[in-house]
C-alpha cells in the first residue's frame, strides 16, 4: 500500500516538475513577443520626431532662401543708391520728430521746423479768414499750373490766380509748384516759362518746385519714360527758373526719387520729400518733408496735404 502510493506521489512530483518548465518556457515566449512588439505611443513618437525633423529641415531651407533674397534686396537697393552717394546726408534724428496741436514737428540742437499746406483745384474754394485761424500755419505752397499726362496740354490751375492774390493780403509765406508731365527738355522750359509768367509780381519766399510724377494710366505719355529724361527736364525747368531770380526746388517721393530720377545731378536744388510716414527715412538732406495727404486744416473743406519745412534755429532762441 505503501509503495504503490509512494508510486503515485513519485510519479505525481514528476508530473509537476515536468510543466512548471513548460509553463516557465510559455510565460518567456509570451514577454518576448510582447518586447518584441514596441508600444504604440513609441511608434507615435517616432513618427512625430521624424516629422519635426523633416520641418526644421524645411524651415532651414526656407529661412536660407529668405536670407538670399534679403541680401539680393539690400544689394538692389545698394546698387540704386551707389550713383546718390555725392548726396548730402539728412542731418535729422529721430528723436526730434514729435507732435504739437496735432500736426508733426521738428526740434534738435540745430533745426526746428515750421508748418505749411500745398494746395490746389483739388480743394476748391478756400476760407483765407478762417485759414488764419489756424495760428501753427506759416506758409503755403501753390500749384499755378499743370500739363495734362493725355494729351500733354498746359494749364494754369484753375484757382491759382484767386488764391495767390488773397494769400499775398494774409502775411503767410508763399511757394510754387508746377505739376509737369514733360517729356522733353523743350517741354520742361515752357513750363518753367509759364510759371514765370503767373507769378510775376508776386512775393514768392519759398522755393518754386518742379513736381514731376509717374502716370501709368493708360494713354500716359509719360508711361515709358527714363530718369535720364526726367532729370534733364527737372534741371532745365530749376535753372530757368533760378536764373529768373527766385529759388528752385524738385518734389518726389523716395520711390520716385530712385526710379526716375538722377538726385545726385540736382543736390544744389531745394528738395521737398513725400514720404507718408513717422519720420522720413529717406537717408538725404531734404528741405522739406510731406508726411500726410490726409491733414484737415480750418478754412478747406477737404483732405489737404501737410508739410514741415526744416530751417536753421534762431540765434536768439534757447
Not at 522755393?207 to 532729370?231: C, H, L, M, Q
Not at 520711390?255 to 514720404?275: I, K, N, T
Request: with cysteine.
Amino acid at each position: 500500500m505503501e509503495q504503490t502510493s509512494g508510486s503515485r506521489k513519485s510519479g505525481s512530483n514528476s508530473k509537476t516538475q515536468q510543466s512548471r518548465p513548460e509553463q516557465k518556457k510559455t510565460s518567456a515566449g509570451k514577454r518576448r513577443r510582447r518586447r518584441s512588439r514596441p508600444p504604440i505611443f513609441l511608434i507615435l513618437l517616432s513618427i512625430l520626431l521624424a516629422l519635426a525633423l523633416l520641418f526644421m529641415v524645411y524651415r532651414c531651407m526656407g529661412l536660407s532662401n529668405t536670407i538670399d533674397e534679403m541680401k539680393a534686396a539690400a544689394a538692389a537697393a545698394a546698387a540704386k543708391t551707389t550713383q546718390s552717394s555725392t548726396l548730402s546726408p539728412s542731418r535729422l534724428e529721430i528723436g526730434g520728430f514729435g507732435y504739437e496741436n496735432n500736426h508733426r514737428v521738428y526740434r534738435d540742437e540745430n533745426t526746428e521746423s515750421t508748418l505749411g499746406i500745398d494746395i490746389s483745384a483739388h480743394q476748391g474754394a478756400i476760407d483765407f479768414d478762417s485759414l488764419l485761424t489756424y495760428e501753427d500755419l506759416d506758409y503755403v505752397i501753390l500749384r499755378c499750373g499743370y500739363r495734362g499726362y493725355g494729351d500733354g496740354s498746359v494749364c494754369e490751375d484753375e484757382y491759382f490766380s484767386s488764391n495767390i492774390q488773397a494769400l499775398s493780403e494774409t502775411g503767410l509765406y508763399l511757394g510754387i509748384y508746377f505739376f509737369s508731365q514733360a517729356v522733353t527738355v523743350e517741354e520742361a522750359q515752357e513750363e518753367a516759362e509759364l510759371t514765370l509768367s503767373l507769378i510775376d509780381g508776386y512775393q514768392i519766399d519759398l522755393p518754386v518746385y518742379f513736381d514731376w510724377e509717374p502716370v501709368s494710366d493708360e494713354g500716359s505719355r509719360t508711361a515709358d519714360i527714363d530718369a535720364r529724361t526726367v532729370t534733364d527736364c527737372a534741371k532745365r525747368f530749376c535753372e530757368t527758373i533760378e536764373a529768373a531770380g527766385y529759388r528752385a526746388g524738385v518734389y518726389f517721393s523716395p520711390a520716385v526719387a530712385s526710379g526716375w530720377f538722377l538726385p545726385e545731378e540736382l543736390d544744389s536744388y531745394d528738395f521737398w520729400l513725400a514720404q507718408y510716414a513717422d519720420f522720413p527715412t529717406w537717408p538725404y538732406s531734404c528741405g522739406m518733408w510731406q508726411y500726410t495727404y490726409e491733414g484737415s486744416v480750418p478754412g478747406i473743406d477737404t483732405i489737404v496735404d501737410l508739410n514741415i519745412r526744416f530751417t536753421a534755429k534762431k540765434e536768439n532762441e534757447a
